[in-house]
């Protein structure tokens, strides 16, 4: 143990911009407590094994699995510097073909997950007067389209939270910092990371054509490095002032830049509307 070191907690390790990120940060020295669903698969995934590298199974829907977790890296490194809720999965489909039990299982881990493990970290940030939280969310925490209104949905709402958070905690010298990637060129479309409604409504044809893209198409040509990503998240974790937000990937800048369009078109065309509802 070495609590001069800087101490990185990241979820969803054993695969995508989790796995990278915990790579680059052993590979400078960072201390890493990297949680996965199956032990086994993260140990297998990272390939160290020091003191530096602390793997644990975690169910991030389990508030005292949670717990243990945080309570078991404290333990080990002494301190939480930086915090990565990685961990998260997608779901293409209509809102109509989406079932409720669907629905949840995105909600669980993309949302509750993420509190879960922010509210256990945040006491023992506040107690030390520093820390760093990295919540990932997507440009497609921004935008929707048609297919996507669960998965955004979850994003939409980390966004949120991440915004508030970012004012509540900024008396305690912590920050908070949205990552919002474009499409990355990891494995998370055939990993298993990503589903599809069970019961799919064929009706919805351009919903049916989105799901077969992105299981046949998009993968691999994915504009996003994971690797570079990385790094972008290690730089902004030296800065004395880091943004709430961040769009990575010009693909992300587009749609970010097209959402924008929107919403002051919108804004601009509906203005006397607006106006009307005032006493």
Same mark, same amino acid.
């Given at each position: 143990m070495n609590?001069q /070191?800087?101490?990185?907690?990241?979820?969803?390790?054993?695969?995508?911009?989790?796995?990278?990120?915990?790579?680059?940060?052993?590979?400078?020295r960072? @201390?890493v407590?990297?949680?996965?669903r @199956?032990?086994?698969?993260?140990k297998?995934?990272?390939?160290v094994?020091?003191?530096?590298?602390?793997?644990?199974?975690?169910?991030?829907?389990?508030? @005292?699995?949670v717990? $243990?977790?945080?309570?078991?890296?404290?333990e080990?490194?002494?301190?939480?510097?930086?915090?990565?809720?990685? %961990?998260?999965?997608?779901l293409i489909g209509?809102?109509?073909?989406?079932?409720n039990?669907?629905?949840?299982?995105?909600?669980?881990?993309?949302?509750?997950?993420?509190?879960?493990?922010? /509210?256990?970290?945040?006491?023992?940030? /506040? %107690?030390? /007067?520093?820390?760093?939280?990295?919540?990932?969310?997507?440009?497609?925490?921004?935008?929707?389209? %048609?297919?996507?209104?669960?998965?955004?949905?979850?994003?939409?709402?980390?966004?949120?939270?991440?915004?508030?958070?970012?004012?509540?905690?900024?008396?305690?010298?912590?920050?908070?910092?949205?990552?919002?990637?474009?499409?990355?060129?990891?494995?998370?479309l055939?990993?298993?990371?990503?589903?599809?409604?069970? @019961?799919?409504?064929?009706?919805?044809?351009?919903?049916?054509?989105e799901?077969?893209?992105?299981?046949?198409?998009?993968?691999?040509?994915?504009?996003?490095?994971?690797?570079?990503i990385?790094? %972008?998240?290690?730089?902004? $974790?030296?800065?004395?002032e880091?943004?709430?937000?961040?769009?990575?990937?010009?693909?992300a800048?587009?749609?970010?830049?097209?959402?924008?369009?929107?919403?002051?078109?919108?804004?601009?065309?509906?203005?006397?509307?607006?106006?009307?509802?005032?006493?």
């Amino acid at each position: 143990m070495n609590n001069q /070191r800087k101490t990185w907690f990241i979820t969803g390790s054993s695969q995508g911009i989790g796995l990278v990120l915990t790579k680059q940060l052993l590979s400078e020295r960072y @201390n890493v407590a990297a949680t996965a669903r @199956n032990m086994e698969t993260l140990k297998n995934a990272v390939g160290v094994s020091s003191s530096q590298f602390l793997p644990l199974q975690v169910d991030l829907v389990n508030e @005292n699995d949670v717990a $243990s977790a945080i309570n078991s890296a404290i333990e080990h490194f002494g301190t939480i510097d930086y915090l990565v809720n990685n %961990a998260g999965f997608g779901l293409i489909g209509g809102v109509e073909e989406s079932s409720n039990k669907e629905v949840h299982e995105s909600f669980d881990v993309n949302v509750f997950g993420l509190l879960n493990v922010t /509210r256990a970290v945040l006491p023992h940030m /506040r %107690a030390a /007067r520093l820390g760093h939280i990295f919540n990932l969310s997507s440009v497609f925490g921004l935008i929707a389209g %048609a297919g996507w209104g669960i998965y955004c949905g979850t994003k939409f709402a980390v966004e949120g939270i991440s915004e508030a958070l970012a004012h509540e905690v900024k008396p305690f010298g912590i920050n908070v910092t949205i990552i919002e990637p474009g499409y990355v060129r990891t494995n998370f479309l055939s990993s298993g990371s990503i589903a599809v409604p069970e @019961n799919p409504i064929e009706a919805y044809t351009a919903i049916q054509e989105e799901k077969r893209k992105h299981k046949e198409d998009v993968p691999g040509n994915q504009i996003g490095d994971p690797q570079k990503i990385a790094e %972008a998240i290690i730089i902004l $974790s030296k800065s004395s002032e880091p943004p709430v937000r961040i769009l990575l990937g010009s693909d992300a800048l587009q749609f970010a830049n097209y959402k924008i369009q929107l919403l002051q078109e919108g804004i601009k065309a509906n203005k006397e509307i607006t106006l009307s509802t005032d006493f």
